[in-house]
């Protein structure tokens, strides 16, 4: 595993991140105010830096590795609907 992905297993065992699933159930259950708000505070810092680089490597090789006990993250940072919403240019 390179350094740069060993660095985002951690980031990803030590940030929990809630509001990457919090926003998912809000888009589903159509409350924008509150999917709004979680994705405000997905990109405050410090967490925003974690967060952009969790996007990054869930499409590099290796991801499922990197990811291997964060399934339900992977799925979330893989979503397009979930890039599209909180990734600027996707």
């Given at each position: 595993?390179?350094?740069d992905?060993?660095?985002?297993?951690?980031?990803?065992?030590?940030?929990?991140?809630?509001?990457?699933?919090?926003?998912?159930?809000?888009?589903?259950?159509?409350?924008l105010?509150?999917?709004?708000?979680c994705?405000?505070t997905?990109?405050?810092?410090?967490?925003?830096?974690?967060?952009?680089?969790m996007?990054h490597?869930?499409?590099?090789?290796?991801?499922?590795?990197?990811f291997?006990?964060?399934?339900?993250?992977?799925?979330?940072?893989?979503?397009?609907?979930?890039r599209?919403?909180?990734?600027?240019?996707t």
């Amino acid at each position: 595993m390179e350094a740069d992905s060993a660095g985002i297993a951690i980031a990803v065992s030590n940030h929990r991140l809630p509001g990457r699933a919090q926003w998912r159930v809000a888009v589903d259950k159509g409350d924008l105010e509150d999917a709004a708000d979680c994705a405000a505070t997905i990109w405050e810092q410090p967490t925003a830096d974690v967060v952009h680089a969790m996007f990054h490597q869930a499409l590099a090789p290796g991801a499922e590795d990197v990811f291997a006990d964060e399934s339900e993250a992977l799925a979330l940072l893989r979503d397009l609907e979930v890039r599209t919403a909180l990734l600027p240019g996707t």
